[in-house]
């Protein structure tokens, strides 16, 4: 942060009592994480610090400390109104955009509070007083460990506020294997080890706690439903409401499996197609690539979405068919970049 965007935080965190965190609909470990550690950070300094999340997140996230205390809009709606119309000072975590937020948008456009956006994703239109927008930062985490260090606050965070904060890193790189070349980053790391968390421990906890019908998803998905187009170096998988049905799918099954045909020598593109399991003609995308293929763009143009380089997420507002073809003609348009 510049040192005027120092002094408007600090000032505006000295100004407030109750403070609201908030962060995108389907929240994952980054957004977690982020908000969790920016919790303990301002609960350190006095404040009424209270984590407002829209909606469920994933089973293997549950270990961090003070995740009890999170409070989920779309079972306490009433509740998270009123506290959006009283608090003295909202955070926007992870998030670029107030639609992101999906149901609790209204109440956080309307809420009387400042805004402050601190985000890693590509053009930033949160309505804040003040936005620390980093998008070459490999997650929001990484972000608010910077700002809580300039704030001179990390000698007195614990490891309540490293584990999520490491978490939060991880995941967003997925386990440190992409957008995670820069150094600094493990400079970080290092910090983070002083407050005694057991980085091998946090690993576990979120890639080896999945529950027998995650793990017969995962064979079932990459065995029966993967379509593999070598001449494209791309390949795509379908998940329907019965399949998920099928293998009792939960909040956060379906989490790293767009990853796995990378694995595939010089496949360049993996795209996830999966439906709704409540809303009808949905279908959730996710989009996976390597170097220099933009996920991004091919998001836009094509799955109403948006998000980074090489990790991109959208939506199909159709059948999966429809979704099928529609993925079909992105990488068609896309083949001078995928061959």
Not at 15 to 25: F, S, V
Not at 148 to 175: H, N, R, S
Not at 220 to 231: A, S
Not at 319 to 331: C, F, G, L, Q
Request: aromatic content about 10%; some cysteine.
């Amino acid at each position: 942060m510049t040192a005027d965007q120092v002094a408007q935080l600090s000032h505006l965190i000295s100004e407030a009592n109750t403070i609201l965190i908030t962060c995108h609909k389907s929240p994952d470990g980054d957004a977690i994480g982020s908000c969790l550690g920016w919790a303990e950070y301002l609960r350190s300094l006095g404040k009424e610090a209270i984590v407002i999340v829209p909606d469920q997140y994933p089973d293997f996230l549950l270990w961090m400390p003070n995740t009890e205390k999170i409070v989920r809009y779309d079972k306490h709606r009433e509740k998270c109104d009123m506290l959006f119309k009283i608090a003295d000072l909202v955070f926007c975590l992870d998030y670029n955009t107030p639609s992101r937020v999906e149901d609790m948008e209204q109440a956080l456009v309307s809420s009387p509070a400042p805004r402050i956006l601190i985000d890693h994703h590509l053009n930033p239109d949160v309505p804040a007083v003040l936005t620390i927008s980093r998008p070459e930062a490999s997650s929001t985490s990484e972000l608010i460990f910077r700002i809580v260090w300039q704030l001179d606050g990390f000698e007195q965070m614990g490891k309540q506020f490293a584990a999520p904060i490491y978490c939060g890193m991880m995941t967003d790189t997925g386990g440190f294997t992409f957008n995670s070349s820069n150094p600094e980053i493990y400079l970080i790391i290092s910090e983070l080890l002083t407050t005694h968390i057991d980085k091998d421990r946090i690993y576990r906890n979120v890639y080896h706690n999945y529950s027998e019908n995650r793990i017969r998803l995962m064979g079932y998905v990459m065995y029966e439903k993967l379509v593999y187009l070598p001449e494209y170096h791309a390949a795509f998988y379908t998940l329907t409401k019965q399949e998920q049905q099928r293998f009792h799918f939960i909040k956060g099954d379906a989490e790293g499996l767009v990853n796995i045909p990378q694995q595939i020598k010089g496949l360049k593109l993996s795209i996830s197609l999966r439906e709704d399991t409540e809303k009808p003609r949905l279908v959730w995308v996710s989009l996976r690539s390597v170097d220099d293929f933009p996920c991004n763009k091919m998001a836009e143009e094509f799955f109403n979405g948006g998000g980074h380089l090489n990790a991109s997420g959208g939506r199909i507002n159709g059948t999966m068919e429809e979704a099928v073809e529609t993925v079909k003609r992105a990488i068609v348009a896309y083949e001078n970049k995928l061959k």
